[in-house]
């Protein structure tokens, strides 16, 4: 028990004796450069009508990624949005996206991957097609799309 009780004493100290890292100043640093993403994730038809939406809010770092991963008959989207606050405290917003498309028909795949950047401000919102933008089609489509918007977690007017 008294071997117990040292180990719980000790363990906030041990990633500064390992590391020489200040347990108290990593804490500052999160609380200072939290960042808070809010993605609403939409699949629009053909008409522009909304068909389906979700929202999440994930709390990152500057350099730390967000996983979005939308599966459905046929198809796997996989979004990784990450955040870079700049020096002029802009936020470069990288998205990378894969596609994995299949059809009834066959058991055939296709896939497809997208990587974009877009430095915005903090709380300025920004659309994101992993599969592109339909310009005309024949047939009924429905498209997917990414609205993102990161806010400095200490100037939100939530917090």
């Given at each position: 028990?008294?071997?117990?009780?040292?180990?719980?004493?000790?363990?906030?100290?041990?990633?500064?004796?390992?590391?020489?890292?200040d347990i108290n100043d990593a804490l500052r640093?999160?609380?200072?450069?939290?960042?808070?993403?809010?993605?609403?994730?939409?699949?629009?038809?053909?008409?522009?009508?909304?068909?389906?939406?979700?929202?999440?809010?994930?709390?990152?770092?500057?350099?730390?990624?967000?996983?979005?991963?939308?599966?459905?008959?046929?198809?796997?989207?996989?979004?990784?949005?990450?955040?870079?606050?700049?020096?002029?405290?802009?936020?470069?917003?990288?998205?990378?996206?894969?596609?994995?498309?299949?059809?009834?028909?066959?058991?055939?795949?296709?896939?497809?991957?997208?990587?974009?950047?877009?430095?915005?401000?903090?709380?300025?919102?920004?659309?994101?097609?992993?599969?592109?933008?339909?310009?005309?089609?024949?047939?009924?489509?429905?498209?997917?799309?990414?609205?993102?918007?990161?806010?400095?977690?200490?100037?939100?007017?939530?917090?």
């Amino acid at each position: 028990m008294g071997r117990r009780l040292l180990f719980l004493l000790i363990l906030p100290y041990i990633p500064s004796f390992l590391f020489g890292i200040d347990i108290n100043d990593a804490l500052r640093y999160l609380e200072k450069n939290a960042l808070n993403i809010e993605i609403i994730t939409r699949v629009v038809d053909d008409k522009g009508s909304v068909v389906w939406n979700t929202e999440m809010s994930r709390i990152t770092i500057s350099g730390k990624s967000v996983k979005v991963k939308l599966s459905g008959v046929n198809i796997l989207v996989i979004t990784d949005i990450t955040p870079y606050i700049m020096n002029d405290s802009t936020i470069l917003l990288v998205s990378q996206g894969e596609v994995w498309v299949g059809s009834s028909d066959s058991d055939e795949m296709v896939h497809y991957s997208t990587i974009k950047s877009l430095p915005v401000n903090p709380g300025e919102s920004v659309l994101f097609f992993p599969l592109g933008v339909v310009k005309t089609s024949e047939t009924k489509i429905y498209n997917i799309e990414l609205e993102i918007q990161v806010h400095l977690k200490n100037d939100n007017p939530g917090n």
